[in-house]
């Protein structure tokens, strides 16, 4: 039985796979988070019994700490990141301390360790940059031009993953992944966000023309492909995780209207964000060929299923807004966060 230490497990994705890791395999989970705003311990309350779980707070580029960690552990799933396009065009700081600074720490403590590995980084499609309509969609071997200070800084961090494997021999794996939605997503991001804001009665803000296209995946699929990678994948290796699923965010809005049954009159075109990629979409043969991998849930399964759980779980999404689900953390474990 491995043990695996997972990064940002409180996070939306990293919650839905430490869940997915206890629900069907066998291995012992370490979760190190920082619980910054979007850190939600609240989120694993059900697997906090479990003997093969452990929760730590703290951050990843505290290499004492990590380093010390380092000594229980055989393979590490890297979801740690500061992840909001607009937070890091209004300052870019945090995410290189985050995503890059923290990214190498974690690569020089899993070194002195001498754990075994794998060491899978988990990226984003955001690293390509923007297609045109044309375009054919990303593979692996695309150059790497990001157009946010977020996707740089997932840029760097794949860099050093790579240099890491090429200049230390280190079992590396880094995957990028397209747009995730499903449960327990931060009310920041545009499916949560518009899913609330139509229960809420409130206008559904929408960037620039609405017609920007991204690739959708839901979450589950996308923590099947983080497995499949670590369980599978190639040291020095990069695999595509995409849902096979484009559309606009225009069109994303109003399914969640449809689902909802709410008036498109809701929808309010906004100034468009400065540098706003125009067009994703992710080839993912080589995760299809190599991890025996794809994408099982449509977009409209997986819509309906997220607009259910958003409906089922006010109480979750209410104290986020109020700020009330950092007194969790405070009540079992008797600190201010």
Known sequence: MKNILVTGGCGFIGTNFVRLLLREQDYNVINLDALTYAGNLENLKEVEDNPRYRFVRGRIEDAELVSTIMKEVDAVVNFAAESHVDRSIKSARPFIVTNVLGTQVLLDCFRKAGCKGPFLHVSTDEVYGSLSEDDPPFTESNHLLPNSPYSASKASADLLCRAAWKTFGLPVVIT??????????????????????????????????????????????????????????????????????????????????????RPRDLIEFVTDRPGHDRRYAMDIHHAQKELSWKPEIDFETGMERTVRWYLDNRKWWKRILSGQYRSYYEEHYGKEL
């Not at 995730?180 to 409130?202: S, T």
């Not at 620039?208 to 499949?228: F, K, M, S």
């Open 176 to 261: 990028r992944c397209s747009n995730n939605y499903g449960p327990f997503q931060f009310p920041e991001k545009l499916i949560p966000l518009m899913i609330i804001n139509c229960l809420e009665g409130r206008s559904l803000p929408i960037y620039g023309d609405g017609q920007n296209i991204r690739d959708w995946i839901y979450v589950e699929d996308h923590c099947r492909g983080v497995l499949a990678a670590l369980e599978k994948g190639t040291s020095g290796s990069i695999y595509n995780l995409g849902g096979n699923c484009e559309l606009t965010n225009l069109e994303v809005v109003e399914t969640i209207l449809r689902l909802l049954k």
